[in-house]
Antibody, heavy 119, light 111 residues
Framework: EVQLVESGGGLVQPGGSLRLSCAAS????????MNWVRQAPGKGLEWVSY????????YYADSVKGRFTISRDNAKNSLYLQMNSLRAEDTAVYYC????????????WGQGTLVTVSS | QSALTQPASVSGSPGQSITISCTGT?????????VSWYQQHPGKAPKLMIY???KRPSGVSNRFSGSKSGNTASLTISGLQAEDEADYYC???????????FGTGTKVTVL
């Protein structure tokens, strides 16, 4: 069974940093592209970042470019999101999501981890 | 990176069919047959319902179907059931500059 389990969320002050993790199991992690998608309280879904299966290709939404860094460790079946210079508008539930091949959709999602940026 | 436009809400009675639209531009929906649709119940993670515009993942009811015309994609739910009451989001691949863009979301109410 495919499982994605996020961790690392919590309360952080504006300007602070946080590192999210996503532990994958039930599939060959190194063969799949992965994404981070977030959802602010009561709001819609927003794509945050993409990383290719090898980690060699990375994309970011403009809203996080220069502040967030996506990475993966295929030996540990893990996906990461390093978030720096956090702002109140980064407050959201952050989901990791597995990509179908060819950018055709996100077929498995974790349960999400809540990040709250507040003083 | 503007979000794709969806109606805020759509409603229907049990057994009826409803259609949710997802309007983008020639840079996203219109350029690629890579629209996906997600169902999200309150407090839950999104669930993939349609990918590549019209394909259903294994286990998704054939009451759900997708289509596209020009810059607008659509999700149709036929034989509406109480369990279909949820939020629905479209998403499109948008090329290497924008990558993915989600829709604004539609709340489906079963009357």
């Amino acid at each position: 069974e495919v499982q994605l389990v996020e961790s690392g969320g919590g309360l952080v002050q504006p300007g602070g940093s946080l590192r999210l993790s996503c532990a994958a199991s039930g599939f060959t992690f190194s063969s799949y592209e992965m994404n981070w998608v977030r959802q602010a309280p009561g709001k819609g879904l927003e794509w945050v970042s993409y990383i290719s299966s090898s980690g060699s290709t990375i994309y970011y939404a403009d809203s996080v470019k220069g502040r967030f860094t996506i990475s993966r460790d295929n030996a540990k079946n893990s996906l990461y999101l390093q978030m720096n210079s956090l702002r109140a508008e980064d407050t959201a539930v952050y989901y990791c999501a597995r990509d179908l091949t060819g950018y055709s959709g996100h077929d498995y999602w974790g349960q999400g981890t809540l990040v709250t940026v507040s003083s | 990176q503007s979000a794709l436009t969806q109606p805020a809400s759509v409603s229907g009675s049990p057994g009826q069919s409803i259609t949710i639209s997802c309007t983008g531009t020639s840079s996203d929906v219109g350029s690629y047959n890579l629209v996906s649709w997600y169902q999200q119940h309150p407090g839950k993670a999104p669930k993939l319902m349609i990918y590549e515009g019209s394909k259903r993942p294994s286990g998704v009811s054939n009451r759900f179907s997708g289509s596209k015309s020009g810059n607008t994609a659509s999700l149709t739910i036929s034989g509406l059931q109480a369990e279909d009451e949820a939020d629905y989001y479209c998403c499109s691949y948008a090329g290497s500059s924008t990558f993915y863009v989600f829709g604004t979301g539609t709340k489906v109410t079963v009357l």
